[in-house]
């Protein structure tokens, strides 16, 4: 969405708000969000918090949210450098929902298991 | 996650809640969820709301939303008949904090695209 005098609607492809909501509920830019919503930390930490996603992955999904504002990345001067990664006022925003929606999810896993068990019998 | 007696964790990769976050935040769910959250749909009109999905990437995120038991398909007596697709009462929950998100990420439009102007001059 170029023109400013636009609304921002993620229903339309060409929007700016849509790109951004995606790098928020990307894969791990998600649990990278929710993750600093609870503390700031190091790379390795974060890491080592969303388990499973490479290094690769991680960084791409940090330079995404970072360039979108979500997040801004500190270096600490130390021997060696120390980078910390942080919520910016938009991405505490962003991850306080992303929060609210991921505590639903894991109260419901019970009714989500129940759910797919139907499903799987049905076909 | 198999074991109940565990509690449900989005940040363990082998978990359920984690599948369900991501089918709930995957490019399509979101905004079906989100479009979902207005209002019933019928397929075609559900197709021309969320603006670039494919028939087929359609199909697949409502069958994988369906499966989860956030989404109810419902095929109404008719010749021909009418397939309607509504929220369960779990899905709904889910699309008032992704409706929440979206509000937010639609509303910051200019700090994003003032931080992407920021982010890709500093490169």
Chains 1, 2 share one sequence.
Request: aromatic share 4%; glycine share 4%; with cysteine.
């Amino acid at each position: 969405m170029d023109d400013p005098t636009l609304e921002a609607d993620v229903f339309a492809r060409g929007c700016l708000s849509r790109e951004t909501l995606q790098s928020a509920t990307s894969r791990w830019g998600v649990l990278a969000l929710a993750a600093l919503a609870e503390s700031d930390y190091r790379f390795s930490a974060l890491r080592r918090r969303v388990d499973g996603v490479s290094e690769r992955m991680l960084s791409q999904t940090l330079q995404t949210l970072e360039r979108d504002g979500l997040v801004v990345r500190t270096v600490l001067e130390a021997i060696p450098p120390k980078v910390e990664y942080s919520l910016t006022p938009l991405g505490r925003a962003v991850a306080d929902h992303l929060t609210s929606l991921i505590r639903v999810v894991e109260e419901h896993v019970p009714t989500v298991a129940a759910a797919r068990i139907e499903y799987d019998a049905r076909r």
